[in-house]
């Protein structure tokens, strides 16, 4: 059965460094996603990708962070200068295309990033 | 301000002790409402996609239920590989994000 796989499992970074979370999302879908979520919160949405371009994006993503798809497989997340309150558990998804009524997004298991 | 609660916040039953979870919603322009298991440090694990107030989809011993305000997911007979955290989520009309809840923690007991 298809599903999302993403790199690293676990991330041990230093306040101010980059990070770079990447994502291999199901082969033939269309919308890509990050979430995050916050020890004992809720999952929050960061961003959304279509086409090449971001369609949608949360207050939480700002100038900090950008996301990219450098080829046909991978999507990442990189986040610029990390803070200590970036340390989550960051989560890709993936959907297909809502026009054939393919709404419904497949999460990866997460990236674990600690922000030291 | 769109939001989605779930109730209650944790829930321990005994095995083959039936009981249900509430997702109440208060998102405009709502588009419909995923349910999902998490078990801890993993992802969201996708269960239904509920469109329609009346629409009902089952899944083993899981059967989610949406009204206009309000989504159940009853879990019948359970066994202790149901424990988990069970999330709800709402999505809107015109956009793909996911607003979700901040789930129920079951727990089953042999």
């Known amino acids: 059965e298809p599903e999302v796989t993403q790199t690293p499992s676990h991330q041990v970074t230093q306040m101010g460094q980059e990070v770079i979370l990447r994502c291999v999302p199901i082969?033939?879908?269309?919308?890509f996603y990050w979430y995050r979520q916050i020890l004992g919160q809720k999952v929050e949405f960061l961003v959304s990708?279509?086409?090449?371009?971001?369609?949608?994006k949360s207050e939480i993503f700002d100038d900090q962070f950008s996301v990219e798809r450098p080829d046909g497989s991978n999507f990442t997340l990189k986040i610029r200068s990390t803070k200590l309150e970036d340390s989550a558990m960051y989560f890709c998804?993936?959907?297909?295309?809502?026009?054939?009524?393919?709404?419904?997004?497949?999460f990866g298991p997460g990236t674990r990033l600690t922000v030291t | 301000e769109d939001q989605v609660t779930q109730s209650p916040e944790a829930l321990r039953l005994q095995e083959g002790e039936s009981s249900s979870l509430n997702c109440s919603y208060t998102?405009?322009?709502?588009?419909?409402l995923f349910w999902y298991r998490q078990d801890p440090g993993k992802g969201p694990e996708f269960l239904f996609t509920?469109?329609?107030a009346g629409e009902e989809k089952e899944k083993e011993r899981l059967k989610a239920t949406l009204t206009k305000k309000e989504s159940f997911l009853h879990i019948t007979a359970p066994k202790p590989e149901d424990s988990a955290t069970y999330l709800c989520?709402?999505?809107?009309?015109?956009?793909?994000?996911?607003?979700f809840g901040t789930g129920t923690r079951l727990t089953v007991i042999p």
């Open positions: 990708f279509y086409n090449n371009e971001i369609s949608e």
């Open positions: 509920l469109y329609s």
């Open positions: 989520a709402g999505f809107k009309t015109g956009a793909n994000n996911l607003f």
């Open positions: 998804a993936s959907s297909g295309d809502p026009g054939t009524g393919g709404y419904e997004q497949y």
């Open positions: 998102v405009s322009g709502l588009r419909g």
């Open positions: 082969s033939n879908h269309l919308y």
